[in-house]
């Protein structure tokens, strides 16, 4: 059983996601504290998964090897600045999954450089199945990367990137990308409800449909181009609505989007890390 001691500053949605992934892995739920100023959500959580919740934060860290920074972005300065007061001599590893939050910015509030990890997970983790980007600062060692990706882990797929910068990109990508095939879902059930299917057989089908594609992708050797022109027929259903698609500019909408929500995770850094 995994009994390493980590401290979720913030507990909401992510947070909780991560703990549910955490506990369904076998971690020991009395290694893990949460601290959340809301009364009812520290209740929420201690009943729920049996770990430790506190209403401070400097308390909430007293203890712990890792501590993961959940909360909101604009709350990161004061947050971390709360936290640099109370941090030992030797402190735990840090992981962030707050968007858009710069290690640089990270490293001036809590009033040293030290091993930080930063996280972009998506929605999915909670149901495990979330895509994970990680990056670490040079501070990190290798025996702490492992550790922060055995703990992010529990949320789904991990990826590495080089580059901090590039978790803009990610971000853009998986962070974003829940919503964008959210959407798509939304607008097939409307089409489907638009050609007389009812309302409840439409949106299962859609959704049905969008898990089997995934899963098709993850499990098979075949690339989504190549698995796409099983589906396609010459001549047949499918290639009139991919050239419809086409006509639209499906692919140049789409790159335009993520450059969109990229550039935006730029603006969010800049503006975040001018609070000095
Ligand atoms: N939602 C997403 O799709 C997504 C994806 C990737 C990363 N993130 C990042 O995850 C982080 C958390 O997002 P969320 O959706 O879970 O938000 P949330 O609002 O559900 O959770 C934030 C929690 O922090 C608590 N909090 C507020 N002030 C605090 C303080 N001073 N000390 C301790 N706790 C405090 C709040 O009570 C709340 O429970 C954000 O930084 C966000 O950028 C979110």
Not at 21 to 28: F, P, Q, R
Not at 129 to 134: C, F, K, P
Request: charge should be negative.
């Amino acid at each position: 059983m995994n009994r390493t001691r980590i401290a979720f500053i913030g507990g909401g949605n992510m947070a909780q996601s991560l703990i549910a992934g955490l506990i369904a892995d076998g971690h020991e739920a009395a290694a893990l504290t949460v601290s959340d100023p809301l009364d009812d959500k520290r209740q929420q959580l201690a009943a729920t998964y049996g770990i430790k919740a506190a209403a401070d934060n400097a308390a909430a860290i007293a203890e712990a090897q890792v501590v993961m920074l959940c909360v909101k972005p604009q709350s990161a300065p004061a947050v971390c600045r709360e936290l640099a007061a109370s941090l030992p001599h030797t402190p735990p590893l840090i992981i962030s999954i707050m968007a858009g939050v710069t290690e640089a910015s990270l490293c001036h509030w809590l009033g040293r450089p030290l091993a930080l990890v930063r996280a972009m997970p998506n929605t999915p983790v909670m149901v495990q199945s979330g895509a994970i980007g990680l990056h670490a600062n040079a501070e990190t060692t290798p025996t702490q990367q492992n550790l922060a990706e055995e703990i992010l882990r529990a949320g789904g797929l991990t990826r590495w990137v080089e580059r901090e910068a590039d978790l803009d990109a990610i971000t853009a990508l998986s962070g974003s990308g829940p919503a964008y095939f959210l959407l798509f879902m939304e607008a097939l059930e409307k089409a489907g409800i638009e050609q007389g299917l009812s309302a409840d057989t439409a949106r299962l089908l859609s959704i049905q449909t969008a898990l089997g594609a995934a899963r098709m992708a993850m499990e098979s050797d075949e690339s989504p181009a190549q698995l796409r022109q099983r589906v396609t027929s010459p001549g047949g259903t499918t290639e009139r609505a991919l050239n419809a698609f086409a006509d639209g500019g499906l692919e140049t909408l789409v790159s335009r989007a993520v450059n969109a929500a990229r550039q935006r995770a730029g603006e969010l850094s800049a503006l975040l890390g001018a609070e000095k």
